[in-house]
């Protein structure tokens, strides 16, 4: 049997989510003593072979300019081929966007038992038993997987991404790309240097800084640190900053390594968004806010005081003016 490994890239590049569902894959391939396999669609700037360091024995790729832009039915068309005519019999996705759309597809497509959120490599010892989150991330569930078929997404930074030696082999692979009636007329990106889902820092505000001026601090810090950056929801529903920058419930779902939180009050809504981050940093005037209890670390203060206090620091610890 195979382990087949979605590679999602973006602009050509790779993204660091698809490196660890990479790992994650070749690593259960190594536990059941299957072979890892990856699949790309269509041009990555990257030197494909060098995926072989992640454990991975071949790369399937489907070389064609239509599968440049991403179009969730049209990638479940061609994954759902390659993965019936390489006989895998585990499809491994990230769980971010492009994986949350295409990997339910593919599954019903090949009959597969699906398992999203995956947070640990599964139980092989007895079946086929994923751990994953549930409630929010405020619960485990341990699933049993029977289908023959089997497809998990795997949750973003759930997984430790391992490099050692090797080269994958690149195999051509032809598809059957039909439209699926959806074209991309054009694409706008999002401002900001560091993408928030793939962000190892997100620095994210709340309705605690009053006001869209006052989001120069909070920039200056993100800046510092290399974070992306992030807001509450009333934020980005009164325009103070864009929707893009909304996570939560019903924003985006983030797990940086460190997530610090400005003037943000810790709602339930929220924390559903940000409650897999590594290290949660809570800076709010209010010692009985909530967030204080899903916090690693807290700071009671006023952000407008420790904010540029903090941005100080981590310059002078950096070295820069
Ligand atoms: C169905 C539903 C879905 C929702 N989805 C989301 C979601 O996805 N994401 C989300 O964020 N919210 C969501 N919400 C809204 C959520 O319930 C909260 O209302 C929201 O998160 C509060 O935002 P906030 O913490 O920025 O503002 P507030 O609750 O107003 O909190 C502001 C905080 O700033 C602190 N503060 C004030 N001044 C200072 C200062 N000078 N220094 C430091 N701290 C200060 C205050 O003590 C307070 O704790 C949703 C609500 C519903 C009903």
Redesign the pocket.
Known sequence: MSVLIFIDHIDGHVKKASLEALCYGAKIAEQTGDVAEGIVLGSLTEDLAAFGQYGVKKIHHVQNDALNNFDAQTYTKVIAQAAEQTGAKLIVFSNNSSGKSVAPRVAVRLKAGLVSGAVALPDTSNGFIVKKNVFSGKAFAHVAVKTDVKVITLNVNSFTISSGEGKADIVPFTATVDSSGIKVVSSSKTSGTVLLTEADVVVS??????GPENWGMVEELANVLGAALA?????ADAHWRPHNE??????VAIAPNLYIA?????????L??VNRSKVIVV????AE???FKAADYGIV????E?VPKLTKAVKKLKGIA
């Open positions: 505000a709340g309705r605690g800084l009053k807001c509450s929801r009333p934020v909304h996570v939560g419930q019903t924003g400005i003037g943000i009050s810790g709602a339930i809504q929220h559903a968004g800076i709010n005037k209010d806010a909530p967030f203060g006023d952000a407008f420790i």
